[in-house]
């Protein structure tokens, strides 16, 4: 089956700790994606990618970095420069029309990320 | 003000209820407009989406948008408890990466 898929589904952090959360898609899409969802807030964009080896800042990549060295898989690591990681996160993926990203996103089924 | 405005609820309705479901947008420019399905700590899905103004039906669903008074909306007919879900708009340029999405409302369906 096509899809995304993302792990652990639940992840704790230590302060002062990285952590890395994986997502793979085998659907074959060009861009990726990085969302971070609280309570109330919605879907805010973290990082995202339209092509292996090229990534861009989203409204709230300040304490995540990411890599993009292969079409399938684009992981996010919270750093322990972020301050505030619980959260909800979300990967995503989709085709990417006439040179920009397509309104047509596929999730995957989330991280739950938690400070001990 | 956030771009995308949505009223979070709860909502909550008897099963065969019509549900209208909406969302302000303050970007005129933008021209995509989605509805995503969430359910209870799981991604979103794709319900809808409508290019401009005008409406679009699919089964049990209607999406409309009213570029005038910048008004997404979504109605659902003869809800069903399957439904119950948290609800999130969106809306993006025409030709731009940039996506932005809705806090969700959240709806509960009572058999």
């Known amino acids: 089956d096509g899809g995304i898929t993302q792990s652990p589904k639940y992840l704790f952090r230590k302060e002062g700790q990285n952590v890395t959360l994986s997502c793979e898609q085998n659907l074959n899409h060009d861009a990726m994606y990085w969302y971070r969802q609280d309570p109330g807030q919605g879907l805010r964009l973290i990082y995202y990618s339209q092509i292996v080896n090229d990534f861009q800042k989203g409204d709230i990549a300040e304490g995540y970095s990411v890599s993009r060295e292969k079409k399938e898989s684009f992981p996010l690591t919270v750093t322990s420069a972020q301050k505030n990681p619980t959260a909800f996160y979300l990967c995503?993926?989709?085709?990417?029309?006439?040179?920009?990203?397509?309104?047509?996103?596929?999730f995957g089924s989330g991280t739950q990320l938690s400070v001990l | 003000q956030k771009e995308v405005e949505q009223d979070p609820g709860p909502l909550s309705v008897p099963e065969g209820a019509i549900v209208s479901l909406n969302c302000t947008y303050s970007?005129?420019?933008?021209?995509?407009f989605m509805w995503y399905r969430q359910y209870s700590r799981k991604g979103p899905e794709l319900l809808m989406y409508t290019y401009s103004s005008g409406n679009k039906e699919d089964g049990r669903f209607t999406a409309q948008v009213d570029k005038s008074s910048k008004y997404i909306s979504l109605f659902i007919r003869d809800s069903q408890p399957s439904d119950s879900a948290t609800y999130l708009c969106a809306s993006k340029l025409y030709n731009n990466n940039d996506m932005r999405f809705g806090a969700g409302t959240r709806l509960t369906v009572k058999p």
């Open positions: 970007n005129s420019a933008f021209q995509y």
């Open positions: 995503a993926s989709s085709i990417v029309v006439t040179g920009s990203l397509g309104e047509k996103l596929f």
